[in-house]
């Protein structure tokens, strides 16, 4: 995978995470702040130039001083001048120009290229001098030579250039060369990257525009404003330059992109804050004029409405609703827009409205009991503030309570009690549970609870409420008690006992089982033997004749090996594995068929000749 493509799919991941086809208010404050650095070339100020007409910033005096010191007839030189020249207005000497730009022009179809023709046909428009018409005809041939995406590019650019109507040819084939992009999630690009993309949408936008026809369908021109905004956090005055090129051409095109924003964080509404406000921009961040702005429907997950369907306030991009009532939850809004002609909706036009509302403590009942005599040792409904009181292993502490908003009792995601030690700020919580009738429950065992959730440390306790919840403004946080907890073990026996030395471990290993007296262990190997003294003595009564046994190389070979395989079979009783007797048996067989054959063969020879 090369190094352009794998900036490609980042960036296109970049665009699946967050869908944004809009400069924002600091965007335009970095591309601003990029484009008053000290300028270093004359490439630079023409960057410069084109960047902050683009942003509608001042000029910089500085950038007609490299213009005018570019003296040289170099059509590179020439081609940046001249934009800087038509932008700023600068006084320039153009002595000897249009004749050496008029020579490119004629220069021989072999001897010249797109890059050239464009160059000298922008300097020529920027520069107000005339152009011949004929060289339409140069620039069909060229594109047609080199078919790339950048020549295309700056064909389109050159044609829009020329006087007379735009070329048919040309304009059709914008379509057929964006189908050349690559498309990776939500994003459109040329394989060229950046530069190449944006100089392609430069010129399709200028060429459209003077044909008076959309040359690109709604869904391209959203995933290239895709593309194109997500480069917007590269570095470089290079990279941002074309950023900037690529959404002036989205923004001055036949089919311009629109983004809604919304303003002032106002997407929160609570008591305070009642108002939504939101803004339609194109890809540079200006706000879409002549444009209005509906509320089409403003529900929550029940039903609920916050916002009455029908027209926004405000106009020229920018509107305002306010909430006809309030209700905790988030809601989806789905707005509706009337455009001017040649502006695409927004891609999403729904927008999450989220309303926060306070929430206060109902009906609080705080108990310490004592659980072996059954008696309440102190209850307080906080009235006249923090409940004071002692606990032990023997105290059942419950606290009830509810939680209410203006629409009544509420459930909400995070309710807790927190334990707070004075001594050493360490804190314990206990999550309270809420049942059917939305009325919460903190119910705790000290005698339980002492070890395992407090570690065995006692003290002055702070017992504080906490909740929290998306739908809140705030996090609430009540101040319940202040218990002296009384626990046996404290922190400092706990930490003694713990450095103190474990018993030994003594391991009781398996005794071994008993073994026969040892007169039976003789009698059965004298069992097991047997059998080889009753062989000895069938072959002496059957007159065996060992005398008679021939030391010829089949005999000791066959017989050999006979014991060999007897031994090896011994070692694979004894505990070698099976793998390791199969290898040994295999060379000692062969040896012993051949020595037998050969064994077998002497012993009939010798029965023949008698």
Same mark, same amino acid.
């Given at each position: ?13 970049g ?5 944004v ?21 004359l490439?630079a ?8 007409n ?5 000029s910089l ?7 005018v ?13 001249s ?7 600068c ?13 490119e ?5 072999d001897?010249?290229?797109m ?18 018409e004929?060289?339409?005809?140069k620039?069909?041939?060229l ?7 950048i020549?295309?590019s700056?064909?389109?650019?050159a ?10 040819d ?18 459109m ?11 392609f949408l430069k ?5 459209s525009?003077?044909a ?6 709604d ?7 895709n ?15 074309y @950023?900037?090129v690529g ?6 095109s036949?089919l ?7 303003l002032d ?6 008591e305070?804050q ?10 540079l961040?200006?706000a879409?004029?002549?444009?209005t ?9 029940e039903?609920?409405?916050?916002? @009455? ?7 020229d ?12 939850g988030v ?5 509706g ?7 695409l909706?927004?891609?999403d036009?729904?927008?999450k409205?989220?309303?926060?509302l306070?929430v206060?403590l ?6 310490l009991?004592d659980?072996?005599?059954s ?7 906080l009235?006249?503030?923090a ?17 209410a ?12 009690v ?11 919580y ?11 429950t ?15 440390v006692?003290?002055e306790y702070?017992?504080?409420l906490i ?8 996090a609430?946080?009540v101040?319940?008690a ?5 626990i ?7 930490t ?20 026969p007296?040892?007169?039976i262990?003789m ?46 079979y ?15 048996l ?7 068929f051949?020595c ?5 063969s ?9």
């Open positions: 995978i090369t190094n352009n493509l794998r900036m490609r799919l980042l960036v296109a991941l665009v699946l995470a967050s869908l086809c809009s400069l924002s208010p600091s965007d335009r404050e970095k591309f601003s702040s990029v484009f008053n650095e000290p300028i270093q070339s490439k100020a023409y960057q410069v130039a084109v960047a902050r683009i942003l509608q910033l001042p005096d500085s950038v007609c001083e490299y213009a010191n570019s003296g040289d007839l170099i059509l590179g030189d020439l081609y940046f001048a934009h800087i020249v038509k932008i700023q207005g006084q320039f000497s153009t002595e000897g120009v249009e004749d050496f730009l008029n020579n022009l004629s220069s021989d179809i001897e010249t290229n890059n050239a023709i464009f160059k000298a046909v922008s300097s020529l428009s920027n520069f107000g001098m005339a152009i011949d004929s060289v339409s005809e620039i069909a041939s594109v047609k030579e080199e078919d790339s995406v020549a295309h700056l064909a389109y650019l044609a829009a250039a020329l006087p007379g109507e735009a070329s048919t040309l304009v059709d084939s914008i379509e057929d060369i964006a189908h050349r992009a690559d498309t990776i999630g939500n994003a690009s040329f394989e060229g990257g950046l530069m190449e993309t944006s100089m010129g399709a936008s200028v060429l525009n003077k008076g026809k959309t040359a690109l369908t869904q391209m021109t959203q995933k290239f404003a593309y194109i905004v997500s480069n917007k956090d590269k570095a470089g005055q290079s990279n941002l330059f @950023t900037l959404l002036d051409a989205l923004s001055s036949t311009v992109p629109t983004h809604l924003v919304v964080n106002s997407a929160v509404i609570s305070n009642r108002s939504l406000k939101v803004a339609l921009v194109n890809p961040g200006e879409v004029r002549d444009s702005a509906k509320i089409v429907s403003a529900k929550g997950t039903g609920q409405a916050i916002f @009455t369907p029908g027209p926004m306030a405000g106009g991009g920018s509107f305002e609703v306010s909430a006809s009532e309030l209700a905790r809601f989806s809004a789905e707005l827009f009337e455009l001017p002609s040649g502006y909706a927004p891609d036009s729904t927008i409205v989220k309303c926060v306070p206060e109902k009906n609080p009942t705080f108990k009991i659980v072996d005599d008696r309440v040792v102190v209850s307080s409904d009235s006249g503030g409940a004071q009181g002692k606990a032990d292993l023997s105290t059942r502490l419950i606290f009830d309570f509810s939680l908003d203006a629409d009544g009792d509420v459930t909400l995601h995070q309710v807790f927190r334990f707070t030690n004075v001594q050493t700020n360490q804190n314990v206990f999550i309270a549970q809420a049942d059917l009738k939305k009325k919460y903190v119910d705790l065992n000290f005698r339980s609870a002492a070890a395992k959730s407090f570690g065995s006692g003290g702070k017992v504080d909740v929290g919840d998306a739908t809140l403004p705030q609430m946080i101040d319940v202040s218990l002296v907890l009384e046996p073990d404290s922190k400092e026996g706990a003694a006992v713990s450095k103190q030395a474990k018993p030994e471990i003594t391991h009781m290993f398996r005794q071994p089982e008993k073994r007296p040892q007169i262990s009698v059965f190997t004298g069992l097991v033997l047997l059998p080889a003294v009753i062989l000895l003595g069938v072959w002496a009564k059957l007159g065996a004749n060992i005398s008679n046994f021939q030391f010829s190389l089949g005999a000791v070979g066959f017989h050999g090996g006979l014991l060999a395989i007897i031994a090896i011994i070692n694979f009783f004894l505990g070698v594995n099976m793998f390791t007797t199969v290898k040994c295999s060379g000692v067989v062969i040896i012993t051949l037998g054959q050969r064994l077998l002497s012993v009939a020879a010798a029965k023949k000749a008698k």
